[in-house]
């Protein structure tokens, strides 16, 4: 079955960097695009960026562009979100989505904190 596991949250100052990753399995990565979604406290989802398949198109959110880099390696089934100047509205639990076969699947998610 299709499983996305995220890992790479952490605690982090303001201005400091983190690395998200998602591992992916049960479906052939290389043929499917992914998401980042986030979710803050006490606010709805929020879609960060995406990644085609092959890694070329990568549409980012306004609110993290410049400072943030979706990037995948097929070989390993892994997609990344760098992330640079974690400000303190980057604080929240970051999710990994795909959709295959008109399915939407989701991660449990890591947490991500840059406190104020």
């Known amino acids: 079955q299709v499983q996305l596991v995220e890992s790479g949250g952490g605690w982090v100052q303001p201005g400091g960097s983190l690395r998200l990753s998602c591992l992916a399995s049960?479906?052939?990565?290389?043929?499917?695009?992914m998401s980042w979604y986030r979710q803050a406290p006490g606010k709805g989802y929020e879609w960060v960026g995406s990644i085609g398949n092959n890694g070329i198109n990568r549409p980012i959110d306004d609110s993290v562009e410049g400072r943030s880099t979706i990037s995948r390696d097929n070989a390993k089934n892994m997609m990344y979100l760098q992330m640079n100047d974690l400000q303190p509205e980057d604080t929240a639990v970051y999710y990994c989505?795909?959709?295959?076969?008109?399915?939407?699947?989701w991660g449990r998610g890591t947490q991500d904190t840059a406190p104020s």
């Open positions: 049960g479906f052939t990565f290389s043929k499917y695009g």
């Open positions: 989505n795909t959709a295959v076969d008109n399915v939407d699947y």
